[in-house]
């Protein structure tokens, strides 16, 4: 690596820790004038409030890094170009694609990085803060449990088992309920279609239900059957959500399992691949943001650094939350549900490029 790449990458990194920093410390206190009142009001210790926002801090990483990776290399350009550093550059015969490498360099770095904290890091730091919150803060039990493919769940003698849960129409699909002793020895099973909740009860639809009894069994039949589970739909909901910080191969296993049953696995596959794209937003950032920076010349600096990245931003965000709806909903194909704001934008830094007086 040459001096001019030292330099460059050297305020591009110094920008970056600013503006990361910045946006890490704003979702905080964000978050902490949210969550301290309830945290608080439930008797939750300094101590293990502190432990949670720590554990907090690479899912807040993750949501805040492309933004301000884009604000990172407006900024960085602006300034070069404020200082006429640009121009001297060019008058050296330094092309603006080699002024730009090292930006794109770390931008892929980035990238990286983005990726394995959302498959290695995230999924357990994220269990931790709902642990944390759950049984440290609000002192309750550990909650029903969404395991790779299944939804498990028990209550006194009963352990139900289900495939799917629905938030909008508050149904679980594929369930299966075990009856069992003190000992945990099966005693009944019933297999249901669904179970849908309403008027504050779970309802099985299409039940088949057999009592062990001796070395046989018992078959029963009943269209509706209700169910004394005391399973609360707020638990599901938070589960249901739990997904976005699923790692890649748990959504992937998860997705095939409901495909093999019969079931849509859209929100899911989607999830999948959007935990692949959204990393590489930072690179894409860069991409977009070298050749606008470059087209303002020494008219930029730092408040059109600020100005363009809100724009852009806001854009990006836009863009992508209407093609991951549409991917969730099935009307796209989950990869280019996830990957599509990423072509877009991509597409827009390279007709930039292109557009760049030479």
Known sequence: MGILDRYIARTWLRLLALCLGGFVSLYLIVDLIEKIPRFMRAGGEVSVILEYFLWKLPEIIGRTASFSILMT??????????????????SCGVSLLRISMPMLALG?????ILLLNAELVLPGSYARTEMIDRVKIKKRGERVTFK??????????M????????PKTRTLSGVVIWGVDDALNPISRIDAESAIFQEGRW?????????????????????TLNL??????????VLDGDADNMS?????EYAENLKRGGYHAFRYLTLMHTKIATPFAAIIMVLLGIPFALRSGRSGGIAMGIGASIGIGFAYF??????LSYGRSGVLPPVLAAWGANIFFMAGGIWLAFTVKR
């Open 248 to 252: 890649i191969r748990t959504l992937a």
């Open 228 to 237: 004394d589970l005391k399973l609360k739909i707020e638990d599901l909901q």
């Open 108 to 112: 892929f770095v980035a990238s990286i």
């Open 73 to 90: 290399t407006l900024l960085t350009l602006g300034v070069l170009s404020r200082d006429s550093e640009i121009t001297a550059m060019r």
């Open 159 to 166: 352990i139900l088992q289900a495939r799917l849960f629905e």
């Open 148 to 157: 790779r493919n299944n939804i498990w769940f028990r209550s006194g003698n």
């Open 203 to 223: 309802t099985l639809k299409s039940a088949r239900q057999k009592k062990f009894e001796g070395s046989g069994f018992v078959n029963k039949s009943a269209e």
């Open 318 to 323: 836009i863009v992508n939350a209407v093609m």
